[in-house]
């Protein structure tokens, strides 16, 4: 063996003894995402309910976040990282194989949020609302002059994006979150009271969608105590809007006397509010607890991790596993899947929970009657490419966006090496498989 060889191997080795070591005394860190240049696993290894199919509608994107589907099929995708120039693209397939072959780019601003309503493309910057009159084909008439709705929305280097909704009376809705993770006092585990932080963030704003060149101060602050939310969708059923939230980080740092590591991994639960105007869903004084069921006091606010917070804030429609990421939000609305899935939340979780040792999937939550009718299951698993307990190698899809395409199936966008998936159900296919074997 030569020596530079050997030197690498003994230092991976010794790489692995120290991270060995360190697991058994803390849990083991998420697995990493590694952004790769393409696709690096086929949509035949993404495990889906008995009956749905995935397939691979374009790839190469760049960081694709949140997507729409016109009525006539064309994908709109929107970039956090501008790609040759432009942050958000336009995907037709022209020749109906199911891959997207034209590609239109347009927009030179990054961001996240993207919704169609009413003839318009709404899209958002960091730091500004957008809006693009569409024509008959469903196609921006004018992509270079956008026009601008809102601008001055708090744009700070973490949690920037700016996730939108539009409602059917005329109003959009956009999220501002918090940059500061609990609200504490830099270098100490003291939370500010009150929190400075709730005027200008961690919260939904609301603005009009048909007014142009709207401050900051036109907007009305709808709901607030919501640290960092990712995933918006309009409930047509409900009339109201749903949201997923990012919760907060650390607690054993300054804590340790209530909180093991362990429990600091797995604290506190993401969370699915329906949300009216006014109300408040409690961070940075509140969290959400999912083993034991309940709203905690935080421990930077006088909190032991048993202390119940204040009953003035709302609580949660639906939780799941902490730090998994619920980045988009979807009400289920057409018909090509089966009943069960009929107007449920499907959830992009963009992470991976220490708890459960899964993430990077697509989850679905149960509607009835405008509520949740049951517990969280996971839909589409794997797009990590990897075992999440014992990885053999990097995370390879991020779900960050979810679509519904006219024909019911559903789209998922990936982020991180920016493929485009497309989930199908083949409901005719299983039916002559019965007739057959009669």
Known sequence: MNKPFFLINCFITSLFLMSTAWGNTKPVPPTKPVRATKATIAAAEIKLPTGFSASIVAEDLGSARHIVVSKTGDIYVKLAKVKDGKGIYRLRDTNKDGVADER?????????????RDGYLYTSSNSSIYRYKLNENQEVI??????????GLREKDRDKSKSIAVDNQGNIYVNIAS???????AGTGKGMMPCPLLDSAAGIWKFKANVPDQAFSSGVRYATGLKNVVGLDWNSKTNSLFVTQHGRGKFDDFYPQYYTPKQSAE?????MYELHQGDDAGWPYVYYDHFQKKKILAPEYGGDGKKTGTAKTINPAAAFPAHMGPNALLFYTGTAFPEKYRNGAFIAFHAQSQEIHKGYLIGFVPFKNGKPSGPWEVFADNFAGTDLVKPTGPVQHRPCGLAQGPDGSLYISDDLNGTLFKISYQASAKKATASSSK
């Not at 239109?104 to 169609?116: C, E, H, K, L």
């Not at 004018?142 to 601008?151: A, F, M, R, T, Y």
């Not at 940059?179 to 006092?185: E, L, T």
């Open 267 to 271: 604290l506190p639960a993401e969370t």
């Open 179 to 185: 940059d500061n993770d609990a609200c504490r006092v």
């Open 142 to 151: 004018n992509p270079d002059q956008p026009e601008k709705l809102v601008s």
């Open 104 to 116: 239109v780019g347009f927009g030179d601003y990054p961001g996240t949020g993207i919704f169609i």
